[in-house]
């Protein structure tokens, strides 16, 4: 069926991504949004928009009947939410929209992964020896993966490695699973260790023509969901690509498969051995990795599969060039266990001149809630050679300058330079074994820099703002000026500035260090401290400065000159990390715990997290219950 305008069914980077597509193919876009996105970027980018009331994203009635006031044929609906949802594709086509995405029963089956493996099965594809019945785990051995049954993106998935942790991680990922994806059916598979998580990307067309387009490698994970991902992989050779490759497509061709869509196989580093984990029915987030190897645009092909076209290639067509790399941006705190954050980006601008894509549906000025997934953004590298790839993804992620919200940016980037990730030494345990800084790595002395510099902006910013004797050339006096002084908060602690200005215009500051500044604006300033000359991007929200240097952005708290009084610090509090609803307390009143120990389990972004005892203690007040809304940074009880 013709189309000539889509409805996307979905929010943030992926709706953005899929209208750059429809505008470059002539096709009006739709999109609808709940009020918390209304000032969005896919809002605007799209040619028409329908609110959407309670339910939002998840209500598929409202979603058809936007479709249908806007005059939109075909609904698409990107990846998460109801893309993976065949009740909804069937209202979808009832309504006579064109669906695009697989048929619903291919969708129904691959969503269950039980159904998925027996299939994988009958089509000859390795598997890992699974249960769905938890009396049977200890037959397949420890350590053991618990996934959901009809999930993705990590939820309802733990890791068991005895069998005391068994009941209480089968009880989590229930819940999880229920909560994401109202189905609570788990199973159980062995864990392997030491591997690698790769994919296929397949493409199929109603004509029965299946190809694959190479594999993306997603090892370097987080909480089981993927940060870092690449294609090639720099493990997979020529002779495995083929055979997971035509793994993939054997059993694309037996499901009748159309659209785009992923065959994950997990992957023995040791062994080379390789096995069938599920198949996602829609578009990945990582796709863009596959697009920039293989020159093939994969949500231009899904909509041309949907209209009922042939594909216009064979496998033998198919030609990899090239090395891409892709690393997701999300608020959260790597030194807080990867939590979420929230709050508001006073600064979100890439590097016109730093070679990458970026894929993203956040700007200046967006507030990140606790309403939907974290991620701000894919920043995807191209190159020749792999370490090419790497270097300038790094270098892109180093030259943005974003801040507002504590992002994962710095710990991508220290990721990204390891020696071990430039070997390709990335199986899935990459993070705890590698253990990579997960703060921004400064110089030497180089943070005495960006303290002089946030001074003098401001100093200088204020005189400019100025409407007294504005006229005056800066330094000019008839006395002498007194010392002047800003203290700064760095990470916990405060950096004291003392500066003072000469009449030639200089500034002096402390050791015979002198400063000079060239030209300053209310977007950075030029000047030269210690002889060394910067360029800096100087943000300022009250009184949080974020000062860009060349190996990223720093944030500075400048410290008011007086202190107010009457803040106390309860001792012993355990507070919030992030705001949520309180899912379980698994401690009482009087309870005697253990550093480690899980005190609290706190929903948020449709994620379970476990806020965990600091240190050894006992609990002398309990302040919540379950099902409390808590606040970041709310006090949870009192250890002591």
Known sequence: MIFNSILIANRGEIACRIIKTAKEMGIRSVAVYVDADKDALFVK??????????????????????AV????????????????????????????????GPSPHVISVMGDKLKAKELAIKADVPTLPMTSNPKEANKIGYPLLIKAAAGGGGKGMRIVNKSSELKDSIVSAQREALNGFNDERIFIERYVEKSRHIEIQILGDSNGNVVHLGERECSIQRRHQKIIEESPSPRVSEEIRNKMGDAAVKLAKQIKYESAGTVEFLFDDKTGEFWFLEVNTRLQVEHPVTEEVTGIDLVSEQLKVARGEELKFSQEDIR?????????????????????????????????????RWDSGVSRGTVVGTDFDPMLAKIISYAPNRTDAASKLAKALESAHIGGVKTNRDFLVNCLKSKEFIDGDTTTDFIERVNP????????GSINHVVAIAALWIQELNRNRSNVASFMPSGWTNGRLPSQSITFEYEGNDIKVEYQLQRDGSFKFPHDKTAVVYDINEEGIDCVFDTVRHYARVTMNASNILVHMPYGDVMLFMKPKFVIPGQEITVGGLIAPMPGKVIDIKVNK?????AGDTLVILEAMKMEHSIKASEDGTVSELLIKVNDQVENGALLMVVK
Request: no cysteine; proline share 4%.
């Open 69 to 100: 006031k806007t005059g939109a044929q075909a609904i698409h609906p990107g990846y998460g939410f109801l893309s993976e949802n065949s009740s909804f594709a069937r209202k979808v086509k009832k309504a006579g929209l064109v669906w695009v």
């Open 437 to 444: 800084d997960r703060k921004l790595v400064m110089p030497d």
């Open 45 to 66: 980018q799209a040619d028409q928009s329908v609110r959407l009331e309670d339910g939002g994203y998840l209500d598929g009635n409202q979603i058809i009947e936007a």
């Open 320 to 356: 990899w060039s090239g090395s891409s790399i892709e690393a997701r941006l999300y608020a959260e705190d790597p030194n807080n266990d990867f939590l979420p954050e929230i709050g508001t980006l006073i600064a979100f601008e890439k590097d016109n001149s730093a070679d990458a």
């Open 590 to 594: 009087g309870k005697k715990v253990k």
